[in-house]
T-cell receptor, first 115, second 113 residues
Framework: GAGVSQSPSNKVTEKGKDVELRCDPI?????LYWYRQSLGQGLEFLIY????????KSGLPSDRFSAERTGGSVSTLTIQRTQQEDSAVYLC?????????????FGSGTQLSVL | DQQVKQNSPSLRVQEGRISILNCDYT??????FLWYKKYPAEGPTFLIS?????DKNEDGRFTVFLNKSAKHLSLHIVPSQPGDSAVYFC????????????FGQGTRLTINP
């Protein structure tokens, strides 16, 4: 597709359940990011993938959060044993990753609600 | 520790007037700054950026000003249009090309017709 695609757009889950959020970046973009936006907060960096390099996981809030990027394209963010404080909009972004273009292209996000 | 701060959660401006959105940062290592715009149910989109070697960058109705000594930047929109109503995020990075951006909390701008 032309843009970054995220699925599902909305996810309601019960506390303690695991969830998987998917991101399809723009074709040809080697860099992929996950951010989240909690109510009333700014965008919080979670994790960054660049090509075949080890991901920068410095923003993951706990070991319940993990992410994979298979084949250098699609990424999945997994949250295990969800808690109510995990409720947020999870945004995926991609960029060319050539070190010169800082412009991130964002998807529409997944609204996660943990009951 | 909020390294990038947008202290005004909301702003209302009359159509045709100037909108000024402000952003402050605390990390002196930041030297590249960006503004993103976000409509409801959409992801943020890049608007304009500025490097620390400049104090002003202009693109059509949008101008970003940077005051490094004050660690402050602002986005001016003139004239404001109803389609400018959105949430605006300020972001910073340590150098141009650095991929990990630090975002502010956002300012919701409403342009009244």
């Amino acid at each position: 597709g032309a843009g970054v695609s995220q699925s599902p757009s909305n996810k309601v889950t019960e506390k303690g359940k695991d969830v998987e959020l998917r991101c399809d970046p723009i074709s040809g973009h080697t860099a992929l990011y996950w951010y989240r936006q909690s109510l009333g907060q700014g965008l919080e960096f979670l994790i960054y993938f660049q090509g075949n390099s080890a991901p920068d996981k410095s923003g993951l809030p706990s070991d319940r959060f993990s992410a994979e990027r298979t084949g250098g394209s699609v990424s999945t963010l997994t949250i295990q044993r969800t808690q109510q404080e995990d409720s947020a909009v999870y945004l995926c972004a991609s960029s060319l990753g050539d070190g010169t273009n800082e412009k991130l292209f964002f998807g529409s996000g997944t609204q996660l609600s943990v009951l | 520790d909020q390294q990038v701060k947008q202290n005004s959660p909301s702003l209302r401006v009359q159509e045709g007037r100037i909108s000024i959105l402000n952003c402050d940062y605390t990390n002196s290592m930041f030297d590249y700054f960006l503004w993103y715009k976000k409509y409801p149910a959409e992801g943020p989109t890049f608007l304009i950026s500025i490097s620390s070697i400049k104090d002003k960058n202009e693109d059509g109705r949008f101008t970003v000003f940077l005051n490094k000594s004050a660690k402050h930047l602002s986005l001016h929109i003139v004239p404001s249009q109803p389609g400018d109503s959105a949430v605006y995020f300020c972001a910073a990075s340590r150098f141009q090309g650095a991929q990990k951006l630090v975002f502010g909390q956002g300012t919701r701008l409403t342009i009244n017709p």
